[in-house]
């Protein structure tokens, strides 16, 4: 009954997810082909005009159209999370896999640079970084993965120190199979279940991080659109043009929310008892 009930719960964290997360995505393919009108175009004419059929999200006040620019910060948002995120996973794999395999020296050497790295906060980090290269999306990417890096590196390590104990680990020591492929092959696989509800929390968290970098003017830059850009765009403007708050405010909050159902659902449908 637990089992069925467990199984009830993921299928409802996913479908709520999913649903949340298609209105992004499918505004994110939709914008790789088309839009309604050019995200970078102004039209003097055509400022701060409310919802209509002509323009279903309004105009702002450079009179581009919102929903256009809307598509368009999709496109960044979900490229840069998971170009971050890519990011992340590979140096975590380089650094996480070892210091679990091999522990001693090289565990210790490993941590103390991933614990020395995590006693600051993320967000700071990402911002040094970025103000120290320069503001652009592509150092904005770069310095999320290796903020994060950290994390994915302890969750590696972790399963690693468990897995290496496994009798099959073992005969393959025994066997000679260098450390190399074991961890590949035999010990990476294994830790899939761990790794996806991570790496979906990631990404929203990789998205909270670009928005508020955004936001500070040290992410996506003009005239390329971002939600966080396109909020902080659109302070001056929130009491006669809500609209401009509103929509980009509904997709960020659509992306994170329906990433953490996905990932509340994987951590329900992969751990056994599930939610208990």
């Not at 009798?167 to 025994?174: E, F, K, S």
């Amino acid at each position: 009954m637990n089992g069925n009930v467990d199984t009830s719960r993921a299928k409802r964290f996913y479908t709520v997810g999913i649903l949340l997360l298609s209105v992004v995505v499918i505004c994110f393919l939709i914008s790789l082909f088309w839009t309604p009108y050019d995200p970078y175009a102004t039209d003097a004419a055509a400022k701060l005009l409310p919802p209509s059929s002509a323009h279903p999200f309004g105009t702002d006040n450079f009179g581009r159209d919102v929903l256009s620019r809307v598509m368009s910060a999709a496109k960044f948002t979900v490229f840069i999370s998971v170009a971050g995120v890519t990011i992340a996973l590979i140096l975590g794999t380089l650094t996480g896999l070892p210091a679990g395999y091999f522990g001693g020296f090289t565990d210790k050497s490993i941590m103390l640079v991933n614990n020395s790295i995590m006693c600051f906060p993320g967000i700071l980090l990402a911002l040094v970084a970025v103000a120290v290269f320069g503001a652009s999306m592509y150092n904005v990417v770069w310095a999320l993965g290796l903020v994060f890096a950290p994390t994915f590196a302890r969750v590696y390590r972790a399963g690693t120190l468990e897995i290496k104990e496994y009798d099959y680990i073992t005969h393959a020591r025994v066997m000679g199979v260098r450390p190399v492929r074991i961890m590949l092959l035999h010990i990476l696989p294994n830790l899939v279940p761990q790794l996806l509800p991570a790496t979906v929390i990631g990404l929203a968290n990789m998205t909270l991080f670009e928005s508020g970098m955004s936001y500070l003017g040290l992410g996506v830059q003009p005239p390329d659109a971002s939600f966080g850009k396109m909020l902080a765009e659109s302070q001056a403007y929130i009491r006669v043009a809500p609209w401009l708050v509103i929509f980009p405010s509904l997709m960020l909050v659509f992306y994170i929310l329906g990433l953490y159902f996905v990932s509340e659902g994987m951590r329900v449908s992969l751990t056994k008892g599930g939610g208990t």
